[in-house]
């Protein structure tokens, strides 16, 4: 049940705490998002990666290994590109819009969902991935609530738009348990969102910076998730 909640309450967690506390420094969030990247590309190397070969996976005469897995996470990769059309960015911490708004951003709501939604589909199988999705939607929830809230989006539409958001993660973790064919396909589904997860974590380690330029506090913040994901 654990691994049902972790992503639903960090995303409240990040909303409230942009709501009530209005946190303005800029430079903390950046290191929290780096440590959130590396984390959770960490679990995706070490967790996710190997469990969906092996399962997959098979030798030919030649001694070589084969399977499509590998086109599955190209195919994450670039649906993940082109969802960042529509997303602007926002996950991995960029949002970009007008000053004033007077409804929700359609176009974003849904690629962000839609996004959320995958991303809960393999933790059915790999529970610890829960963490790493709790921990990048954390900052998320608090740049995104914060945005909404600088460009006068009204409370109630915010309020929806962030608990919608925090309810897709555990609702695709529950349908890749019940549903016969997210079942059926779960690895190849698995490595579609691998895919996802590898685009994500590595633009977020390498946009949180200024200049694109490494320092101390964020590489730290990096070694930090990785070997945390180590211990998981």
């Known amino acids: 049940m654990l691994y049902l909640l972790l992503p639903l309450l ?10 009530f506390f209005r946190p303005k420094s800029k430079k903390s969030l950046r290191i929290l998002l780096a440590f959130s990247g590396s984390f959770l590309l960490a679990l995706t190397v070490s967790h996710l990666l190997p469990t969906v070969y092996e399962s ?13 897995i590998g086109f599955f996470i190209m195919f994450g990769i670039v649906f993940q590109i082109v969802l960042e059309y529509f997303s602007q960015g926002a996950e991995h911490g960029h949002v970009h819009g007008h000053d004033t708004m007077h409804h929700i951003p359609w176009s974003l709501f849904i690629s962000l969902c839609l996004h959320a939604l995958l991303e ?4 059915s199988q ?9 921990v990048h939607h954390f900052p998320i929830a608090i740049i995104l609530t914060t945005f909404f809230s600088t460009s006068h989006l009204n409370k109630q539409s915010i309020l929806l738009f962030m608990l919608t958001f925090a309810i897709m993660t555990p609702l695709g973790t ?10 059926h396909y779960q690895a190849e589904i698995t490595a579609f969102v691998i895919g996802i997860l590898f685009h994500i ?8 910076s200024e200049g694109h330029k490494f320092n101390l506090a964020k590489l730290t ?10 211990f998981m």
Do not use: R
């Open 174 to 183: 529950i349908f890749s348990e019940k549903l016969p064919f997210i079942v």
């Open 126 to 134: 790999n529970n610890d991935l829960a963490w790493g999705i709790a």
């Open 120 to 123: 809960g589909m393999p933790v």
């Open 56 to 68: 997959t996976h098979h030798v030919e005469a030649d001694g070589h290994v084969h399977g499509g």
């Open 201 to 208: 974590s590595s633009t977020i380690i390498f946009e949180t």
């Open 221 to 230: 913040a990096i070694v930090l998730g990785i070997v945390l994901a180590y």
């Open 10 to 19: 960090s995303v409240i967690f990040g909303y409230l705490i942009a709501t």
